[in-house]
């Protein structure tokens, strides 16, 4: 060693630091293919837990099936047009099927008070009609099929209590039929009333539900506020001809 010089001491040095660092290496690789688990770094972790949050994952999407397309196809089938005897095409006001014998339901306005009544199924069929049933010194009106007539009624299913604020629809019209759509604005025993504007219903005009269900009927004689106003069905179901 003292016949070394400075310059071959300071090589020495370098060549054992270099010896001590790749033996240095060799350990800790061995050492990490060892126990590979324990020794991911957190870098990986991250890069990982990163990558699961971002992937994207099928969500469950609920989509309501209570549209106003589908509530006026489940409702039509129980509406009827009153035309007059002698001009088929003349729509006198409409009123809504209760029973599976036929027996209607609308407003004395809705017949015209014509002797003969003509009902307009929803598959165009001309139906007589008559005066079952009638409120003394009111609206309401029952009519019943004549005994000769063979038609598949199809009565409208009857809507439990209205909630305030709860989406309704109502029909009108008499040359074309025309849908209004509102919300429940007050409702009590004797009448319910909506957003629907006054003049987008006629009397004998249904409001219904969005699954379709019957909740009341347009009467002329039923005072408006701010929308129009409906006779609770639930006040009638005692009183419906069988």
């Known amino acids: 060693?003292?016949?070394?010089?400075?310059?071959?001491?300071?090589?020495?040095?370098?060549l054992v630091?270099?010896?001590?660092?790749?033996?240095?290496?060799?350990v800790t690789v061995s050492l990490m293919n060892q126990y590979p688990?324990?020794?991911r770094t957190v870098s990986q972790v991250i890069e990982k837990t990163i990558q699961q949050?971002?992937?994207p994952q099928d969500a469950a999407v609920v989509?309501?099936?209570?549209?106003?397309?589908s509530a006026l196809a489940a409702f039509s089938p129980s509406l009827v047009r009153f035309v007059q005897a002698d001009a088929t095409t003349t729509v006198n006001g409409i009123g809504v099927v209760l029973t599976d014998t036929g027996v209607v339901l609308t407003d004395k306005a809705s017949i015209g008070g014509a002797p003969g009544i003509l009902?307009?199924?929803?598959?165009?069929?001309?139906?007589?009609?008559?005066?079952?049933?009638?409120?003394d010194n009111g609206d309401i009106v029952f009519l019943a099929p004549s005994?000769?007539?063979?038609?598949?009624?199809?009565?409208?299913?009857?809507?439990?209590?209205?909630?305030?604020?709860?989406p309704v629809l109502s029909l009108s019209g008499t040359s074309t039929m025309s849908l209004s759509e509102g919300y429940i604005a007050s409702s009590d025993l004797s009448m319910v009333r909506t957003s629907i504007a006054v003049d987008e219903v006629i009397p004998g005009?249904?409001?219904?539900?969005?699954?379709?269900?019957?909740?009341?009927?347009?009467?002329?004689?039923?005072?408006?506020?701010?929308?129009a106003a409906f006779y609770p069905i639930s006040n009638l179901q005692s009183v419906i001809p069988k």
Request: hydrophobic content about 40%.
């Open 119 to 135: 009902a307009k199924m929803e598959d165009g069929e001309l139906i007589p009609y008559s005066v079952i049933r009638s409120q």
């Open 17 to 26: 630091s270099f010896v001590t660092s790749l033996a240095t290496g060799i």
């Open 37 to 39: 688990e324990s020794t």
């Open 53 to 55: 949050i971002a992937a």
């Open 63 to 69: 989509e309501s099936q209570d549209t106003p397309s």
């Open 205 to 227: 005009s249904p409001l219904f539900d969005m699954k379709g269900r019957l909740i009341g009927v347009r009467l002329s004689s039923v005072e408006n506020a701010h929308g």
């Open 147 to 166: 005994a000769t007539a063979q038609h598949a009624y199809s009565p409208a299913s009857l809507a439990p209590g209205p909630s305030l604020g709860e």
């Open 1 to 14: 060693m003292e016949d070394l010089t400075k310059q071959q001491l300071i090589l020495l040095g370098l």
